[in-house]
């Protein structure tokens, strides 16, 4: 049965935003004395969304913070930084332009409008039919929510939808909202986490011959 719709996961499937994002982090700690967090840190922390990653932080590194005075000052540098350094993973706007005749849709555990800001400064928002972000619908990923309210807004079935992400929450969300699922291992997750996934691919452009599975 031929897939009508994709969905991609943001961070770490289209873009790598990490420098950006440890920026920020290490903005918003610097006052209370924390030590830097390096990038490589940063990739283990994020992943679920700023209130998240604001709690890990707080725990892992014992700062003796308010966890909104943390997070307004994570997002005051970060929205002013969105894509100093975040750039598109190789092939990724390529395959987006091949597959103009599918719809297309992001859902991010980032905040849809700065998710939706950070596409359209990278060139890649004119691709899309929708962007979901973790504000968006009640729940976020690994939660099937937010992929059934980009179903029912699309007006597609889930046996004709396909999630692609590298992370363990966009398989488990896609398992739970009934749509095939495809991980990339070139991401933030180790590939231990992404064995459940029915396809693994290495590249982006992997996609046109999966789909062309599908026809």
Avoid: C, W
């Avoid at 982090?25 to 209130?51: C, D, F, H, Q, W």
């Avoid at 994570?74 to 350094?85: K, Q």
């Avoid at 597609?156 to 990339?184: C, H, L, M, W």
């Amino acid at each position: 049965m031929p897939i009508k719709l994709i969905i991609f996961d943001l961070d770490g499937t289209l873009i790598d935003s990490s420098i950006d994002i440890a920026n920020a982090i290490n903005y918003a700690i610097e006052p209370y004395g924390a030590r830097p967090i390096t990038v490589k840190e940063t990739i283990s922390l994020v992943g679920e969304g700023i209130t998240r990653l604001i709690e890990k932080l707080i725990e892992r590194e014992s700062i003796n913070a308010d966890r909104n005075a943390l997070t307004e000052r994570f997002l005051e540098h970060y929205s002013a930084h969105l894509i100093d350094n975040t750039t598109i993973y190789p092939g990724v706007r390529e395959t987006l332009q091949k597959l103009k005749d599918y719809k297309k849709a992001v859902i991010s555990n980032k905040r849809e409008a700065l998710s939706t800001k950070i596409l359209n400064d990278l060139g890649l928002l004119k691709y899309l039919d929708l962007v979901v972000g973790s504000d968006t619908t009640p729940e976020r990923k690994p939660s099937p929510i937010p992929i059934l309210h980009v179903l029912s807004k699309l007006n597609i079935r889930p046996e004709d939808a396909v999630i692609v992400g590298d992370s363990n929450f966009d398989i488990e969300a896609g398992k739970a909202a009934g749509i095939k699922t495809i991980a990339v291992t070139y991401g933030y997750r180790p590939l231990d986490l992404l064995k459940g996934a029915d396809f693994i691919i290495d590249r982006m452009d992997e996609l046109i011959d999966i789909f062309r599975r599908f026809e």
